[in-house]
């Protein structure tokens, strides 16, 4: 198993040297959204809008974390099903968006857009909510506050443990 | 005749919200433990250690299990000689979910209305089950579930013809399709028969029965035993991964069906299998 330690942002060139199955540690800015987000985003960008933050190159994380205690950066925080914004992800791969972390399985659209534009799909283990939020050293509120755990956060993070699942070649880690 | 104000239950949830969410129970915690000595693969074995240090770090530092902390479900026994005084039950229950989830730092993950989807704020209301028993006491089995596995959870209204082999058949099928996205190793909760609603309760009752307590039914128990080594050949593996730790468990509950069918429900849950019960 390769082991890779990676600074984001994610240029097109680091995501050109990750293959499905290459275990990463990633430290740099990341964004949260999850359902609602993506609604609001999508939303935001067929009204003319601009998105929360410029995309490019950045990852997103898909993440509802639970609240934090006083002291705490943020509550529990792992991944949640990605499968579900795969509606709306063909749209933000296409502005720029390089890099996703969630668990599951991705639909053939969103693998295609993914090779098309060269932007990789992380998972992160799936109910380690506890263990992955001491990976996230800041979290602030950037947009959509009202959706409470569903805003948009943006992540600082130190050697966040993840699993290359889908590369921009094609493989895919899940169908063996 | 023993009276119970319905502010002993409100307290009662609201401290088991607290528990179930930062601490698994033995059974479960216990089979991830045991699983992470015997998986083969190395994704398999880091995905497994790492949920073991997971739940050290949550126990210890009151950090929810999952951040998904889950719809409250809540099956609550009523003594039929008890009598409630106090604010309505649903209402004292709901006020317990309320006040753990907020006070806990639990997330709150309900919306009020499936198609509007506002959050409630409060992670109310709960999903409540409620069943008159003999006695004076009060029995309560919180059960937070995620969507993350309920949302791979299926039933299938099967022909009698198919019998056993069907059953088989419909489990694995459900497994299959969850895959990576209920967060394995899962648990597998089964309801046998009764109508289209009643098996799908009974599969959610079944994943708060203890992982270590095969069904006292020898078929039944059988069929669990051969379905869990059946998933466990599956090669899902922990996160998805690979690996032969596919389920923790697969508990099976039944009940009298209609001459013409044979219901199965499978509700599917992630390794963070909460389930509390107290009694008052």
């Not at chain 1, 987000?37 to 003319?48: F, I, P, Q, V, Y």
């Not at chain 1, 992955?132 to 992540?155: M, N, P």
């Amino acid at each position: 198993m390769k082991k890779i330690h990676l600074e984001l942002p994610l240029t097109k060139d680091k995501v050109q040297e990750l293959t499905a199955g290459d275990y990463v540690y990633l430290t740099g800015v990341m964004y949260s959204a999850r359902d609602a987000a993506h609604k609001r985003m999508t939303e935001a960008l067929a009204d003319g809008k601009d998105l929360p933050m410029d995309i490019k190159d950045q990852t997103i994380y898909y993440l509802g974390p639970s609240p934090a205690r006083p002291g705490q950066v943020i509550g529990s925080a792992g991944p949640t099903t990605a499968g579900r914004m795969d509606r709306y992800t063909p749209t933000l791969l296409d502005l720029g968006l390089t890099g996703m972390i969630g668990k599951g399985r991705r639909t053939q659209a969103v693998k295609d857009s993914m090779k098309k534009n060269h932007a990789v799909y992380f998972a992160a283990v799936g109910g380690a909510g506890a263990l992955l939020s001491k990976c996230i050293t800041k979290a602030d509120i950037v947009a959509y506050e009202d959706l409470g755990t569903e805003a948009v956060y943006r992540l600082e993070v130190k050697d966040f443990p993840c699993v290359v699942v889908a590369d921009d070649k094609g493989n895919d880690l899940y169908e063996r | 005749m023993r009276d119970i104000d319905t502010s002993v239950i409100t307290e009662t949830i609201k401290d088991m919200c607290l528990k179930a969410n930062i601490e698994l129970a033995d059974d479960v915690s216990s089979k991830i433990i045991c699983a992470k000595t015997q998986e083969t693969t190395e994704l398999g074995k880091l995905v497994l250690s790492q949920l073991t240090e997971n739940m050290e770090i949550a126990k210890k530092e009151l950090i929810p299990i999952c951040q998904d902390t889950g719809m409250a479900v809540i099956f609550i026994e009523v003594g039929q000689d008890v009598h409630l005084t106090g604010a309505p039950l649903e209402d004292a229950i709901n006020e317990g979910v309320r006040r753990g989830y907020t006070e806990g730092f639990l997330r709150k993950s309900v919306v009020g209305d499936p198609l509007l989807r506002v959050n409630t704020g409060d992670n109310t209301p709960a999903v409540i089950h409620t069943r008159i028993v003999p006695g004076e006491n009060v029995s309560i089995t919180l059960a937070p579930k995620g969507f993350g596995s309920e949302n791979m959870s299926r039933v299938y209204m099967l022909k009698p013809a198919e019998g056993i082999e069907g059953v088989k058949a419909a489990v694995l099928d459900a497994v299959k399709l969850a895959g990576p996205n209920a967060c394995p190793p899962m648990v597998i909760g089964v309801g046998i028969g009764g109508t289209f609603e009643k098996c799908a309760l009974l599969a959610k009752k079944a994943l708060t029965r203890n992982l270590d307590e095969p069904s006292p039914l020898p078929h039944i128990a059988a069929l669990e035993k051969e379905l869990l080594e059946k998933i466990n050949e599956m090669d899902i593996g922990p996160g998805g991964l690979g690996g032969k730790t596919t389920a923790l468990g697969v508990n099976i509950e039944t009940f009298p069906t209609h001459i013409a069918g044979l219901p199965v429900a499978v509700n599917i849950c992630c390794h963070v299998n909460r389930h509390v019960t107290r009694m008052i």
